[in-house]
Nanobody, 123 residues
Framework: QGQLVESGGGLVQPGGSLRLSCEDS????????LGWYRQAPGKERELIAS????????EYLDDVGGRFTIMRDNVKRTLYLQMNRLKPEDTAVYYC????????????????WGQGTLVTVSS
């Protein structure tokens, strides 16, 4: 079991874009469903995007669907989240994690949380 390390956050204006990355140092990356979570100030952490181990299934929280895209590169052992048309309410710390299921509604995080990467959307 490896460690997931998030990066790519920063300050962006409303309407802008960012791409987050999540690198995995372990050997089980390609065989595992993965997901991106976020935790906004004062709110609980929530799953916002999931991807199956073979990239055959991608699902999104309604609030981000159509704006965010989850992608994976099993050779580089890296998970990505392309975020477009960002809104102030997208401001949060973003985390990645292995998931117990490729199905969004059933997925639970499997690993301890990393430090995450902060995304701030503000003018």
């Amino acid at each position: 079991q490896g460690q997931l390390v998030e990066s790519g956050g920063g300050l962006v204006q409303p309407g802008g874009s960012l791409r987050l990355s999540c690198e995995d140092s372990g050997s089980t990356f390609s065989a595992t469903s993965l997901g991106w979570y976020r935790q906004a100030p004062g709110k609980e952490r929530e799953l916002i995007a999931s991807i199956g181990w073979s990239d055959d299934r991608r699902e999104y929280l309604d609030d981000v669907g159509g704006r965010f895209t989850i992608m994976r590169d099993n050779v580089k052992r890296t998970l990505y989240l392309q975020m477009n048309r960002l809104k102030p309410e997208d401001t949060a710390v973003y985390y990645c994690n292995r998931l117990s299921s490729a199905y969004f509604e059933r997925a639970k995080p499997l690993d301890a949380w990393g430090q995450g990467t902060l995304v701030t959307v503000s003018s």
